[in-house]
């Protein structure tokens, strides 16, 4: 049997746009058989933090950090037009209205694909956070040794 | 006879810099005699969009949000040190100087060499756009999954 | 023997967090084993410039954008919540107590990897700079045919 092709993406960015392109581009390669990776690394572990201010981060320059980068994917902004929020809430409408999943939708999706969803261990040390500040829908922390296995395997590798 | 390489290019960013960098990429990609093709998405679609205010869209906040996001090539703002316009200016008056082709000039050498101008359809329904808001030169409006058929052929796969 | 693996990554961005990605993913991928090359474009020239305000520039608009955009890979910007230096202040804070390499240590490991450092001409052009510009840690001045050569070979071609 043919080998699955492999497509691996790693989400650096935590913005509202990027991250929904990375999972329309993800979750569109899973339904077309593609073995898939995301891996999640600075602004992106957003997606998979949970929403809350990281008041047991072991270093006060962290808490102080988590309020001005505060998790939760529901809590993505966009990269442009954010605006105190405006350009955000319009375009959140907007994709809801033309049936773009949300994120949260979106992860499900994934998940449901057999997605494997990779957290960056390197980031994750600097930000003060540890397994328990993440969603159970992560798979795996894993550092860029295991990236770069995945993704020269792949057919195409994307940095978003 | 031997395939030619393939390079796609997703051009996320509607910035300036990084559209001319896709084109870079793209015009010397195909002088090389590599067949290239350029999915165009999200603020990426500004490169592609007539240079209007989107009045006919179908819903109010695409109206109001084609106010904040106008398309239109010559348009495009600097990703930095835009300063209301200043940063951006400066830099067209430098390219021209130091003869990067503009954006238009850059599509045009693209099209001569039969680059593949593809604009993203999901994208599009969003932004409340239709093929009757795109420039002549858009080869083609398709999904992720028709990115995807292209890129897994693909040896240089970029997301810019 | 086998050939080595190559992996390209095109570093256009200038900010402190994604140079710091392309370094630990180039880093990474040469004590794998693999063959590195990183090329530097636009704002990513600034990590390969000396720090100093261009005032050679041959043009006067040259000369002016120096001083919005200075070179120095000490001087690097973070992509969110600079906030006049605060943010980026708090991040190299954390990343130098979590041991992540600053950009000029992560350079002398590239170095001593044997990593190709390549500055891009065209943009060298554009932004008035010239070789003396430059820390001797640039392997050498190529323009992107050299760089689509080096990423055909690649098995991972990244844009950061």
Redesign the interface.
Known sequence: MAEK?K?TI?V?S?DL??VT?AF??AN??A??G?EVTMFF???GLNVLRKSIINLRAP?L??K??SF??RGGKERLPLS??H?FGI?TF??K???K??K?PSITEALITAKAQGIKIIACT?TI????LSKDDFIPEVDELA???S???E??E???????
């Open positions: 092709e497509v790693v650096f935590g746009d990027k392109a329309i581009i569109t390669a339904v077309m593609k690394t600075f602004w270093n320059i962290q102080a950090f001005l980068n442009k037009f605006i350009g319009l375009m409408f907007l994709m209205r033309y773009i390197t040390g600097v930000m003060g550092g860029a040794a990236y770069l296995g993704a020269s792949g057919k195409v590798n994307l940095f978003i």
